[in-house]
Each structure stands twice: as C-alpha cells, then as structure tokens.
C-alpha cells in the first residue's frame, strides 16, 4: 500500500540524534524522621542527620523524607516542615547522593496514605500545620490538586483494598490516574532496627498493583522502607530502581514522573527493558507487532532463575497473564505476533534470581496502529552557508521501516536530480535528527526535496524547500604561457557551461574552447601551436554574461 508521510510544523527547545542513555540508580522515597513521627531510636531527630547517614549506605543514590503531614500522633509542623525543606535543599548533592523532600498524606482509618513529591507546601487538615486546606480522608479533592501542581507526582503507600477512595474497587478514573505514578509493591520493614541489609519485606502487595493495571492506571511498582529509626539503606536491599540520565534531583523526579523505575529486591540488579526505543513506563502507538528486549545483569554476578513477561489489556478487568518465561538465562526477546491491528496491551516483567530475589518492572502500554505512517517529518530546511555550500536539516518525529533518504535537488522546482543519500533510523519513537552538504550549489534559487524509501522499496516525497545562493562575476585571475599552450585561472560561483575564445588584434579568432566549470577556481587549457607575440584578447561566454581579459605574449 502507497503510504504519504506528514509535515508538521512543530518546535523543540531540544532535539535528539539518538535515543537516551540511561543509568541506574538505587534508594527510596519513603522515609520518617524526628519531624513527624520517626526518630524512634532517637538517633535522627533532623532530616540532615537522615541524609548524612544515607549517604554511606551501601548501593544507594537517592532518598525522599515524607513526613507525615499531620499532628495527630506525630510532630508534624510548618516550622518542621520548613526545616525538612531547608535541609534537603542543603544535603543534596547532584552527581553525588539526591536528597528529596515530601509528604505523606492522610490516616490509615480514614483511607491509606499517599506519598506526595514535587510540592513546596504542606497539605493537611490541623491548625497550624497546612498550607493548602484539604480536609482530613478528603482523597478526592487531594487527587484534583496533585494533578494540578505542574511537576508534582505521587504514589501509594502500603496499599490496602479499601484504601484511596477505592481506587482498587471503583471504576476507572483519569484525575487519579494523572496523579499517581506508582504504588508499593513492597513496604517496610517499619520499625526494623537492622543495619546489615537482612531485613527485608515479608508481604507483597501484587494483588493490588494487577488490581490497578487492569482497570487501565498508568503506574509502577515500588520499594518502601518506611524507615522510622535510622535504618536509611541498610534494613533491606530492596530498593526502587529509576532509570536517569544522569544522578540529579530533576532527573530522578523525571523519571519517577515517567514510570523508568522498577522494586527490586536486591540492590545491584539492573534490568533493561524496551520495545524498540521506548523503556518501561512508556505508552506508545505504533505499525506491527512489538518485539520485547530484556537484558539482565547483577554487579555481584547473581544468576538469573528466570524472566517472565506479563501482559493484560488495560480497562479489560481481566488479570494480567504470562505470555512467556525464560530459565537460567539473562535476556529475553519475545515478538507477540497475537497483537491484533487497532488493540492496546501492557507489558511488565518479573525477573527472579538464583537466590530468590525478585524484580517487577513498570510497563510499557502499546497501541498497534498498521496506519500510522512511515515517517513524521517535524522540520526540514535548506540555508545557504559560505563558499556556496547549501545545508539542508530535517528532523522526524518517528520513523518505521524507514530504510534511507534521497536529496533531490532542482534549480527550476519541476525537473529534479539525486545528489545524495542518508541512511534512516529503521524504527524510532524519538527525535532523529540529520544533516547534508550540498556542496556544489548553483548560483539563484536551488530546490530541495526528500524522497523516502520504505524497506519494501515504497517511496514518499516531501514538500519543497529552497536556499538562495547570491551570483558574483566570474572572474579570469591570471594566465600562463608555454609552448603551444595558455593556461587561465578561471573562479566561477557556479557549476556552469563556458566557451574561451583567443582572439587577436585585429579580431580574428585564434582558437576556441568549450568547457564545463566547477564552483571555484578552474583551469582552462588552450591549445595553440603558432602564437605571434601580440596583444590578444581571451573571450569568455557563459549564461552568467561574457568577460572578456587582454594579455600579451
């Protein structure tokens, strides 16, 4: 099928060549201290303290406080929370350990508790200690706010069935979903005092995060510590994983914004999970069937038992299943060829190792659509640069089975040639980016226009765009004589048709000579065996004009 591929005008403050490089980083967002009611061992009275001490655990990047927001049976004040807010801002250091501050919202009698990200003011119901009212088990209003505040996100806390509302129970909602980005598989253990990394969670909370995907949430799975004594790291090695550039505060809530984040029980595991160039956590709309990529490994060199993928169909109310295992091994590729045209599915992983530990990792919603198009073109532009060399950009938002590129170029608009090819990306779901010289531009307005190829040899054209190249004079700069022979240095601004005359002092043409030049400078040899010495003229036609240059022999 003859497929035409789109021009849309969009602008991008960043544009990407290729696909993101992600690294790993491993902590926590669920933690207490003496400013509410942590401290229990009476050795973090002060968030500085919490992080000081983070800081030497083991395998460990980042690590959120969220206090709890209230006064009821903690200490919860906008004097501590200002405090929490001042001390973090002091302890992080970007590139060496993230520090993060939140809340944690809300009572277990009245509805389970949310973990609060990316918001400066303190929430809550208690005189004294809100700045933004919302009243005590009010989750409604609280879902509507968190999804409001630009950049905030929140998860929840060991999650119970009645728990948010009902989220669990009721149907779907897209406010709620918009503000909730995880939920905790694992929490806890609370009150551990172990500081040798073998306490870990005895309970998962599974059931409930299958609960959420098969109503149609967007959300991933978590690792809490709930740390109320000064355990920071070292109670468990479960930790929630994010994938991030790079190790800065913008860059974890980024990514927990974004879902790259997986609850590992073991706190080296690296799990890197794709469809083509989309990690988890993404939602995607695609041509044909996806093919899943997984690849495994464990710093302490930690065999794999085994890699299960699971999918559902959001909205279906049906409990995800597994599409298919692998055993002792650390990468997995799987095609589900089953995805029928104009379907939606999830795809999540649960990674098991040697020793027990377990992994779940976020998923990656995807859209099969066989309509979308090859490519989607965001821009493409010619500009005229020095020594009339014309430079074309072009940036496609998406590209599938796009196999190369034709630079087509015409000085009249209507009568094209090739004058180059560039390879295209394949598959891609991100900016690509790609650039070409036309070196050897003709003077006036050059026409440009790309011609796509499908891997099936199916081709597009784009729209036209142009580049102005300014004419000069050609110009004749010197000569030189040898026997039966004249050599002139000739510099033209473009690829043009000449004839040089020789033409002596009384008119009559000597020799004459046909040449194509080339932008810059050219030699033209002539040929003459009898060459009286003289005043002679040379005579230059183009379709630029004629230049005319005496000389003497």
């Keep these: 099928m003859r497929r035409i591929f789109t021009f849309i005008t969009l602008f991008f403050t960043i544009s990407f060549v290729n696909a993101q490089t992600y690294n790993f980083y491993f902590g926590n967002l669920h933690a207490h201290t003496g400013y509410s009611d942590g401290n ?120 119970e069935s009645t728990d948010f509302d009902g989220i669990f129970s009721n149907a779907y909602n897209s406010v709620w979903d918009d503000a909730v980005v995880g939920m905790a598989m694992l929490s806890g253990p ?26 149609g949430y967007k959300v991933g799975p978590t690792i809490d510590h709930d740390n109320h004594n000064t355990t920071f790291g070292r109670t468990t090695q479960g930790r929630t994983v994010v994938l991030a550039t790079s190790l800065t505060k913008a860059n974890i809530a980024d990514a927990y914004r974004n879902m790259r984040f997986y609850a590992s029980e073991d706190y080296n595991l690296k799990v890197s999970y794709t469809i083509g160039t989309k990690q988890m ?65 999830y795809y999540y992983l649960l990674v098991t190792q040697a020793d027990g530990h377990r992994a779940w990792t976020s998923p990656i919603w995807y859209t099969r659509d066989d309509a979308v198009l090859p490519i989607t073109l965001s821009s493409f532009t010619a500009n005229a640069n020095r020594n009339n060399t014309v430079q074309l950009k072009w940036v496609t938002a998406s590209e599938y089975n796009n196999d190369r590129f034709e630079i087509e170029h015409s000085t009249d608009g209507s009568n094209f040639s090739l004058i180059g090819t560039v390879k295209g990306k394949l598959k891609s779901t991100e900016l690509s980016e790609y650039t070409f010289n036309h070196e050897q531009a003709n003077a006036g307005i050059n026409y440009y226009r790309l011609k796509q ?8 054209y784009s729209d036209l765009v142009a580049a102005s190249l300014k004419s000069k ?42 040449k194509k030049l080339q932008v810059g400078i050219n030699t033209f040899d002539m040929y003459v065996t009898e060459l009286s010495t003289g005043i002679y003229t040379a005579m230059l036609k183009t379709t630029l004009g004629t230049l005319s240059y005496k000389f003497k022999k």
């Design 40 to 159: 229990d061992d009476g050795n973090s009275a002060t968030a500085a303290l919490a992080y000081t001490y983070a800081k030497s655990s083991l395998n460990f990047h980042f690590l959120g406080i969220s206090e709890h927001n209230h006064n009821e049976s903690t200490a919860m004040s906008l004097v501590n929370w200002t405090k929490l807010k001042n001390e973090t801002a002091a302890a992080n250091q970007d590139g060496t350990f993230v520090c993060m501050y939140g809340m944690e919202w809300g009572t277990l009698s009245t509805g389970g508790h949310f973990l609060i990200y990316e918001f400066d003011s303190l929430i809550g119901w208690n005189p004294g200690a809100y700045q933004i009212l919302v009243a005590k088990g009010d989750y409604t209003s609280l879902y509507q706010i968190i999804k409001n505040k630009t950049g905030s996100f929140a998860t929840l806390a060991h999650p």
């Design 190 to 215: 609370a009150f551990s005092t172990n500081t040798t990394y073998s306490n870990p969670s005895t309970s998962t909370f599974n059931s409930r995060y299958t609960d959420l995907l098969k109503k």
């Design 281 to 345: 956590g993404s939602t995607t709309t695609q041509a044909g069937t996806p093919t899943i990529s997984v690849s495994v490994s464990d710093d302490d060199g930690e065999a794999v038992s085994s890699i299960a993928l699971l999918s559902g169909v959001p909205g279906s109310g049906s409990t995800p299943t597994t599409l298919t295992t692998v055993n002792n091994s650390n990468t997995l590729t799987y095609t589900h060829t089953g995805l029928a045209n104009n379907t939606t599915r």
């Design 453 to 460: 190829i499908d891997v099936d040899g199916t081709s597009t």
């Design 473 to 514: 004079e050609i110009t004749i700069n010197n000569y030189a004589l040898r026997d039966g022979q004249i050599s002139f240095a000739i510099e033209t601004p473009s690829i043009v048709d000449a004839q040089l005359q020789i033409i002596d002092i009384t008119g009559k043409v000597i020799a004459t000579e046909n």
